[in-house]
Antibody
Framework: QVQLQESGPGLVKPSQTLSLTCTVSGGSISDSSYYWSWLRQSAGKGLEWIGHVYTSGNSKYNSSFKSRVTISLDTSKKQFSLKLTSVTAADTAVYFC?????????????WGQGTLVTVSS | DIQMTQSPSSLSASVGDRVTITCRASQNIDTYLNWYQQKPGKAPKLLIYAASSLHSGVPSRFSGSGSGTDFTLTISSLQLEDFATYYCQQGYSSLLITFGQGTRLDIK
């Protein structure tokens, strides 16, 4: 059974960088059948895909985040990470890491429990 | 961007009822459509992928149908554990995966 666990600060100051890590257990993070994703959920915008990274190291990002987001993969540690720069209060949300299947409709089949990140001074 | 619109936004039903939730895409997405269930304080769970394929471990009372722009999620006989919020998600555009706004299913 694949399990994912988010970790990182729950409070970030405006204009700073939000950094989260997801640790994967119970499955291979190097399996090219899958990609590794970050999503978030806030009351105002519902579920929002941030981006994902493939086992090749290539990544895709939601253009809404412009150049603020980076997702990277560390297969040796079985982790992948999210960096979101220049945060504002609008980035306050529950952040989920997840595994997606890299085929057809790209379903997200395993999710972390989610971690609340608040942007406030 | 592909917009996903769900209807209704909320719905009240009783145990044993047959329930249908609709999701409409702003453009043709073939069958690149998934459905998720989310309970308060929990992560979403995958129910249906590729519009009509049941994810492993999901009860057979859940089913999905549709292609193109119109899709439905049907629960054939509601159980207590099915009261939750349901989301559709399109995977047609790998450059921008988008979700519907959700349908909240409450006990009548």
């Amino acid at each position: 059974q694949v399990q994912l666990q988010e970790s990182g600060p729950g409070l970030v100051k405006p204009s700073q960088t939000l950094s989260l890590t997801c640790t994967v257990s119970g499955g291979s993070i190097s399996d090219s059948s899958y990609y590794w994703s970050w999503l978030r959920q806030s009351a105002g915008k519902g579920l929002e895909w941030i981006g994902h990274v493939y086992t090749s190291g290539n990544s895709k990002y939601n253009s809404s985040f412009k150049s603020r987001v980076t997702i990277s993969l560390d297969t040796s540690k079985k982790q992948f990470s999210l960096k979101l720069t220049s945060v504002t209060a609008a980035d306050t949300a529950v952040y989920f890491c997840a595994r997606g299947q890299d085929f057809w409709s790209q379903p997200v089949d395993y999710w972390g429990q989610g971690t609340l990140v608040t942007v406030s001074s | 961007d592909i917009q996903m619109t769900q209807s209704p936004s909320s719905l009240s039903a009783s145990v044993g009822d047959r329930v249908t939730i609709t999701c409409r895409a702003s453009q043709n997405i073939d069958t690149y459509l998934n459905w998720y269930q989310q309970k308060p304080g929990k992560a979403p769970k995958l129910l249906i992928y590729a519009a009509s394929s049941l994810h492993s471990g999901v009860p057979s009372r859940f089913s999905g149908s549709g292609s193109g722009t119109d899709f439905t999620l049907t629960i054939s006989s509601l159980q207590l554990e099915d009261f939750a919020t349901y989301y559709c998600q399109q995977g047609y555009s790998s450059l921008l995966i988008t979700f519907g706004q959700g349908t909240r299913l409450d006990i009548k």
